[in-house]
């Protein structure tokens, strides 16, 4: 509901802009529109943990784990793929799941464990050892991506101002569809420090991780 009423609020500043001639008749509209956003934005960030946001970048920001084969337990050789390959499509799974934002960074496991029932179809031998060998894994890397967090908290924020994009309608459904994804949605709500509406900016102050995955470098 917040992000359409965004897109709502650009495109009606977009249009007045076209017409200054409205700008009685507009601003006012406007001006309920742009509260009714502040609202709505607001209930967003209520709901959602700074300090899980910025773990969620901190995960992202985790180099590829590298020596996954000596960790192997012996019965890897029975797994039916290859138990390096395994671990690893599962743990950049995972990386991505948290990048998105779908699910707490714990939570986002279930994206490692779906590699592993894909790799093994319905075979059941071995098939739990493998998910415990993607567990640890996983784990490992929580408390890595744990630390970094605490690091970041004790830094200094930065001011970050990006563009805002509309929702996109499907030519065909109508449905509309948010180019932003759940993590970047929630990083605005958040830590929104203020709006420019003519120039379809938004400003933000955040940890430098979340700057780097928000702005893509």
Request: include cysteine; charge should be negative.
């Given at each position: 509901?917040?992000r359409?009423?965004?897109?709502?609020?650009?495109?009606?500043?977009?249009?007045?802009?076209?017409?200054?001639?409205?700008?009685?008749?507009?601003?006012?509209?406007?001006?309920?529109?742009t509260?009714?956003?502040?609202?709505?934005?607001?209930?967003?960030?209520?709901?959602?943990?700074?300090?899980?946001?910025?773990?969620?970048?901190?995960?992202?920001?985790?180099?590829?784990?590298?020596?996954?084969?000596?960790?192997?337990?012996?019965?890897?050789?029975?797994?039916?793929?290859?138990?390096?390959?395994?671990?690893?499509?599962?743990?950049?799974?995972?990386?991505?799941?948290?990048?998105?934002?779908?699910?707490?960074?714990?939570?986002?496991v279930?994206?490692?464990?779906?590699?592993?029932y894909?790799?093994?179809?319905?075979r059941?031998?071995?098939?739990?050892?493998?998910?415990?060998?993607?567990?640890?894994?996983?784990?490992?890397?929580?408390?890595?991506?744990?630390?970094?967090?605490?690091?970041?908290?004790?830094?200094?924020?930065?001011?970050v101002?990006?563009?805002?994009?509309?929702l996109?309608?499907?030519?065909?459904?109508?449905?509309?569809?948010?180019?932003?994804?759940?993590?970047q949605?929630?990083?605005?709500?958040?830590?929104?420090?203020?709006?420019?509406?003519l120039?379809?900016?938004?400003?933000?102050?955040?940890?430098?991780?979340?700057?780097?995955?928000?702005?893509?470098?």
């Open positions: 509901m917040w359409r009423a965004q897109t709502r609020a650009l495109e009606g500043f977009a249009a007045a802009a076209a017409f200054p001639w409205l700008e009685l008749w507009a601003g006012p509209r406007l001006s309920a529109l509260g009714a956003v502040e609202q709505a934005r607001g209930a967003v960030a209520r709901r959602v943990d700074p300090r899980e946001l910025l773990t969620a970048a901190c995960v992202a920001a985790l180099p590829v784990p590298v020596g996954l084969r000596e960790g192997l337990p012996a019965c890897a050789g029975s797994w039916g793929v290859d138990g390096e390959w395994l671990l690893l499509e599962a743990w950049m799974r995972w990386q991505s799941a948290c990048a998105e934002g779908e699910a707490r960074v714990a939570d986002s279930w994206a490692a464990s779906a590699a592993v894909e790799a093994f179809g319905r059941r031998k071995a098939r739990d050892e493998a998910l415990d060998s993607v567990q640890r894994l996983i784990t490992a890397s929580i408390d890595q991506a744990w630390r970094l967090a605490e690091e970041e908290c004790a830094g200094r924020v930065h001011l101002e990006m563009a805002l994009p509309l996109e309608t499907e030519p065909f459904t109508g449905r509309e569809h948010d180019p932003l994804t759940f993590w949605a929630e990083v605005i709500a958040a830590h929104q420090t203020g709006v420019d509406w120039a379809g900016q938004v400003s933000l102050t955040v940890p430098q991780t979340v700057a780097d995955l928000l702005l893509g470098s």
